[in-house]
Every structure is written in C-alpha cells, then in structure tokens.
C-alpha cells in the first residue's frame, strides 16, 4: 500500500485549517462571556458606587433630624431660662444649652464633612457609569463581530470538511483504521512532516529505514509520539 507525501500533506493541512477555524468559533462565545463577565463586574461597581451614596445621604438626613432636634431643644430651654424660678434651675438650663449648642456645633460639622463626601462619591459613581457605558459598549461590538463572522465561518468549515472527506477516501483502504487512529486520538497533530530525518512533532530523529519506507510512500508512524509522517516540501 503507498500513500504519496502531497496527499498526506494535503490531509494535514486540511485538518490544521479546520482546527484553526473551529477553535475560532469556539472563541467566539468565551469571549462574549467574558465580555458580559466585565460588564457585569463594571454594574456591580455602579451599585456599590450608588449604594454608598444613598447610605451616606441617609445619614446626612439622619444627623439633620438630629440637629433640627438639637435646635429645637435650645429654643425650649432657652424659654425655660427666662422663667427659672431659682439660681440653680437657671445654671442648669445654661449647661444644657452650651451642651446642646455643642452637640449641634458637631453635627453640624459632620454633616459638611459627610455633604463634601457625598460629592466625591458622585463623581466615583459618574466614572463607574462612564466605565460600565463603555464596557457596555464593546459587549455590544463584540457580539456584533463575532455573529458577522460566524456564518461565515460555518460555511468555510463545511467546505473544507468535504475537502476532508474527499481526500480520507483517496487513502488506501489498508492505513484508513491507522490513519483515523491518530486523528481520532491527537486532532490536527495526529500526522507531521519530516525534516531533516526528525518528526516534525516530536523532534526524534527517524531511523534510516523509516526514511526509505517515507521515500517509497510507505505509511510511517513516529516511533516517539505515533504521527502519521510525511516528507515535507
């Protein structure tokens, strides 16, 4: 049984495009995951981002409720302290107006403090949303891209999977089970040429009576890795 080099280097090449081109469309979809899986991180950080800003308004308006409250209490000590009836309930309301006033004087200064980090939470939330707007974005191109080419793809696969099979069935009958052994086991690296009398797989050198058997197109498989060999051009 003979099988010509041009033939098997015709059935390499053929399985080394179909590869090339199924794990193309094998990427496809793990990079649109991947994509999604950034914009859905990016969201997540829009979230947080407004999160923090409603948890420290809410206590902006919690600490103003306070003041408000704090103020109020002033007002009515301070109509006590013109009606006190002795020196001591007079300097008690004293101390509890200059505490008040001190509790408010604090509060008031958290607020402005909280206020001025409310600012600086919106501008974090502006750049988590121009970010997320972004990433949004190239998901979008991304599917785009990859749905133009996949037809595409698809059509170029079917075509060279018949260029397949029409070169399987020149095989002599007798190396067809060998030679879907190895392609069955290792894909597209199931056959490799020879150069320089060495497995272009494996790199082991091939014997002296392996290069005469390759010589008179005989099928050879590397001693080493078990390719189908072929003398390259």
Known sequence: MAVTAAALRELHHLHQQLAELRDRVERGPKQIRAREANTAQLKAK????????????????????????????????????????????????????????????????????????????QLVVKEAEKALAAGTQELGKTRQAIEASAASLRTDIERLEASLVQSEAALPAEIKVDY??????????????????????????????????????????????????????
């Open 46 to 121: 829009v979230d947080d981002a407004r999160a923090r800003v409603q948890e420290t308004q809410m206590a902006i308006n919690r600490k103003q409720l306070d003041l408000k409250a704090g103020e109020q209490k002033v007002v009515d000590a301070r109509v006590r302290l013109n009606a006190a009836s002795s020196n001591k309930e007079y300097q008690a309301l004293v101390e509890q107006i200059a505490a008040a006033e001190m509790a408010g004087s604090v509060l008031a200064d958290e607020i402005l403090e909280s206020m001025e980090k409310v600012d600086t939470l």
């Open 180 to 233: 879907q052994r190895v392609v069955r086991g290792k894909g597209a690296n199931g056959l490799a040429g020879v150069d320089e009398n060495c497995c272009g797989a494996c790199g082991q050198q091939i014997t002296l009576n392996m290069q005469n058997e390759l010589q008179l197109s005989r099928p050879v498989f590397c001693k080493s890795c078990g390719c189908l060999l072929y003398l390259s051009e």
